[in-house]
């Protein structure tokens, strides 16, 4: 069974600083994806950013980027030039891959960061 | 492009009771997966349908059973409420053919047991 650990119950950064939310998470497979999924007071669940284990390079999506370590099982978000709607709560989730490439399989989430952008 | 879409907002109910929570995946997905998340905590999978049939589950009791319709749409159904079944139920809905395995969450139904 895949477990996903989030150390950090509550963060805070002012605005426009930068920001690194950690995750760690244990898995015996080998083929996998990480989310990491932003989830505002409105809660409605909102993806931010994916990775597959089988790509080297980290993802990025704007100001969003995650540093993947793959074999200290560490996947961390960086929120660069922090903005007041980064308010949230932010989970990180696993996925098991299929053979051949994608995935339908469950989502396993972390218990989440409650990241606090300052003015 | 509508998105995942969920019936009721709110619910309120009590020990003992029944309830059905209702959703409708987003334009073009065929799977529909259903979370429960206890206030603090990150979400649970409870089960996945596809193709009208449960296809994967997780560990919630026989209380939890749910449907999926010829039009890809759900239902979650709990017997037998508990207090510890008060939560916000997600669904979430996917593409099972879909490269990028992405699941898009609904807004949510806030259940509360009485």
């Known amino acids: 069974a895949q477990t996903v650990t989030q150390s950090q119950p509550e963060m805070s950064v002012q605005e426009a600083e930068t920001v690194t939310l950690s995750c760690t998470y244990d898995?015996?497979?080998?083929?996998?994806?990480l989310f990491w999924y932003k989830q505002p007071p409105s809660r409605q669940m909102i993806l931010v950013i994916r990775?597959?284990?089988?790509?080297?390079q980290n993802a990025t999506e704007n100001r969003f980027s995650v540093n993947f370590q793959k074999a200290a099982k560490s996947f961390s978000l960086k929120i660069s030039d922090s903005q007041l709607g980064d308010t949230a709560m932010y989970f990180c989730?696993?996925?098991?891959?299929?053979?051949?490439?994608?995935?339908?399989?469950?989502?396993?989430f972390g218990k989440g960061t409650l990241l606090t952008v300052n003015p | 492009d509508a998105g995942v879409t969920q019936s009721p907002t709110h619910l309120i109910k009590t020990r003992g009771q029944q309830v059905t929570l209702r959703c409708s995946p987003k334009?073009?997905?065929?799977?529909v997966s259903w979370y429960q998340q206890a206030l603090g905590q990150g979400p649970q999978f409870i089960f996945q349908?596809?193709?009208?049939?449960?296809?994967q589950r997780g560990n919630f009791p026989d209380r939890f059973s749910g449907h999926q319709f010829p039009n890809y749409s759900s239902e979650l159904n709990v017997n037998a409420l508990l207090l510890g079944d008060s939560a916000l139920y997600l669904c979430?809905?996917?593409?099972?053919?879909?490269?990028?395995?992405?699941?898009?969450f609904g807004p949510g139904t806030r259940l509360t047991v009485l």
């Open positions: 989730a696993f996925m098991k891959g299929s053979m051949g490439g994608g995935s339908n399989y469950k989502l396993t």
């Open positions: 990775q597959e284990a089988y790509k080297q």
């Open positions: 979430a809905s996917s593409l099972v053919s879909g490269r990028a395995p992405e699941q898009f």
């Open positions: 349908y596809y193709e009208e049939e449960e296809r």
């Open positions: 898995t015996s497979e080998n083929n996998y994806y």
């Open positions: 334009s073009g997905h065929d799977t």
